[in-house]
């Protein structure tokens, strides 16, 4: 950096001082003028974009830091504290909301346990099944706080198989998010999009909480965006493991505490449409694996980093890294669209949008499958 862009950045911390003083000046005229969900978003979206570049200096400071060569393409050593601002942004803001339903509680301890957990692996290394005991920990927690999956009738042995499920479901989505966080914006401008529709469906069927908390989560997810998607350049930084696994922890339980409609088939298809890209990511990436024998067991399946997943199957067709994040965004604002349509709807609509998705997702996947052998073969003769 030149000593002119030294003193820009460095007076891109500005922000977060004047987030810190909202509270304390616009907040009774805003909320006066029922202009509390702009407050929010406008307090996240400052606090998060002020504390990057702080973040940015404290972990180059203590070589939080990923430097170039193997899987990585950047060409320099790049801090992966990011996670870290968005985390305390969530947290400082949500904080800032009155009278807060008992679920809060839960998504607060769990999402620090993730979050926790998540910054001492960007640090130290930790082992997959250190991190995937933290996973279960943590959703513990928010099992204990009522934040369970919904739909399933209310019987003893359904109770169950609903908690069996709740598990998988968040363990599943945070992993998946994790492994998205391969190029640059992705994991984050596909969060972003899911809150934004997670907002949009919260608003229309009057659920307030979940409302406000997707728009704090979409303000701290947008005041890191854009560090680290730069058109025509490399991000400044990244989410390191603490932040990927934040994200999709978080995004999973909201997916959970989420009131989607009027009918609870709808509570299962909405979920399952906004979450298409990382769903199939992580059931085609897996089976993959194990059909060709690239894994043995279950143990290696946790430990197993490859570029195969969904984006990099993307990357092969020859679409460029910022191409496939605007790709997959725009793919998930189309499945977000069609969740739209069923707020109001019942099982056998619930059924016709998964379907239409299923088929989409089916096509891509085929399709990119079919062109990945083509090419083999091309290379091969």
Known sequence: MTDRQRILFRLLVLPFLVALLLPYTLKNWMF???????????VSFLMSFGLIPIFYKLGVIMDITDAPGGRHHHARLTPRTGGIAIFITFIATLNLVTNPPVEFRGLFWASTIIAGIGIIDDIRSLPA???LIGQF????????????????????????????????WIIGITNAINFLDGLDGLATGLAIVISFFCAVISYT???????????IFMGSLCGFFPYNFRF??????????????????TLAAMALYGDWGSHKSVGLAIPILLFAVPITDILLTNIMRIVTKKV??????????????FHHRLKNLGLRPKTVVIVICLFTTIMGLLSLLLKRGDIFESLIALSIGIIIVILIVSFMIFQERRNCKEVKN
């Open 232 to 249: 025509r350049k490399r991000a400044l930084i990244f989410l390191g493991d603490g932040g990927s696994t934040f994200i999709g922890f």
């Open 296 to 309: 043995h067991s279950f143990k290696e399946l946790l430990e197993y980093t490859g570029n195969d997943h």
């Open 205 to 215: 069927v009057g659920n307030q909480f979940m409302l406000i908390v997707s728009i």
């Open 32 to 42: 006066d003028h029922s202009l509390d969900l702009f407050y929010y978003l406008f």
């Open 137 to 168: 920990i943590a959703t513990i927690v928010l099992v204990q706080h009522g934040i369970v999956l919904s739909f399933i009738p209310d019987h003893a042995f359904m109770h169950i198989i609903s908690i069996t499920l709740t598990f998988l």
């Open 129 to 131: 099944f250190v991190k």
